[in-house]
């Protein structure tokens, strides 16, 4: 059993920052992409970004367009953690930020989530 612990959510004015963080434990070995996804208030769970195991030094990245140059994925593969730097917050970044996991083989895992709200 993995598990998935967010921190780090709250309350901001927009163009400030948070760091959320996501700490695993259990088989963590069985873990490979873990990332971010968001659910706005009345719409659907959507990815925010993701990162893939490191090897050695390289693990590879994806970012939503909407959050491109603002918000900073990494990992610990050492530590089991994974954080999301969000820089330049807007209102659009009000949602419940969750974190994920996929694990082999063909499992996936989910945080309970951490809210996130932006004011203008």
């Known amino acids: 059993q993995v598990r998935l612990v967010e921190s780090g959510g709250g309350q901001v004015q927009a163009g400030g920052s948070l760091n959320l963080s996501c700490s695993a434990d259990?088989?963590?070995?069985?873990?490979?992409?873990m990332g971010w996804f968001r659910q706005p208030p009345g719409e659907e769970r959507r990815l925010v970004s993701s990162?893939?195991?490191?090897?050695?030094?390289?693990?590879?990245?994806y970012y939503a367009d909407s959050v491109k140059g603002r918000f900073t994925i990494s990992r610990d593969n050492a530590k089991n953690t994974v954080t999301l730097q969000m820089n330049n917050l807007k209102p659009e970044d009000t949602a419940i930020y969750y974190c994920?996991?996929?694990?082999?083989?063909?499992?996936?895992?989910w945080g309970q989530g951490t809210q996130v709200t932006v004011s203008s």
């Open positions: 994920n996991a996929e694990l082999n083989p063909n499992y996936t895992k």
């Open positions: 990162i893939t195991r490191i090897q050695g030094n390289t693990g590879n990245t």
């Open positions: 259990g088989r963590t070995s069985r873990i490979d992409t």
